[in-house]
C-alpha cells in the first residue's frame, strides 16, 4: 500500500481493506478485471461497480450497488497491466461499471484519491 499502513478486512463487510491517511480510516472495496473493452480506439478494462450476492431461497443471483457510506474509493486491480487505480467514491459517475485506459492506471494513484477524499 505504498508506505500506508493498510488493514486486510475479512468477513462478509462491504469494503476489503482500510487505510490509514492524516489520522482518518477510508474504506477501500478492491475489484479485479480481466475483461477487456475492445470496441474503442483506446482499449479498456471493464470493472463491475455491484457486489453480487445469492439468494438461495430464489436461486437467483442478485446484484447491490454500494452505497456512498459503505466505502470511500476503489482499487481497480489490473493483473495484466500489475497496475492498481484508485478512484474516489465520489469521482464514480456510473452505479453498474467503469472502464478504464492503461493510462488511467498511471493517472489514478492512491495519493491522489487520498488527498481529494481529505480534502472532502
Known amino acids: 500500500m505504498q508506505g500506508f499502513d493498510a ?57 447491490h450497488k454500494y452505497k456512498d457510506t459503505e466505502i470511500d474509493m476503489y482499487a481497480f486491480v489490473s493483473p495484466e497491466y500489475l497496475k492498481v487505480a484508485f478512484v474516489p467514491v465520489v469521482d464514480i459517475v456510473n452505479s453498474y461499471k467503469i472502464n478504464l485506459s492503461k493510462e488511467h492506471f498511471k493517472e489514478y494513484t492512491l495519493i491522489k484519491a487520498l488527498e481529494r477524499l481529505d480534502g472532502i
Open 7 to 63: 488493514y486486510k478486512i475479512g468477513g462478509q463487510r462491504k469494503f476489503d481493506v482500510l487505510i490509514e491517511y492524516n489520522n482518518k480510516l477510508y474504506k477501500i472495496q478492491v475489484k479485479t478485471s480481466m475483461y477487456k473493452d475492445k470496441s474503442k480506439k483506446n482499449p479498456s478494462l471493464t470493472f463491475q461497480l455491484r457486489r453480487r450476492s445469492m439468494n438461495y431461497k430464489s436461486k437467483k443471483s442478485i446484484d
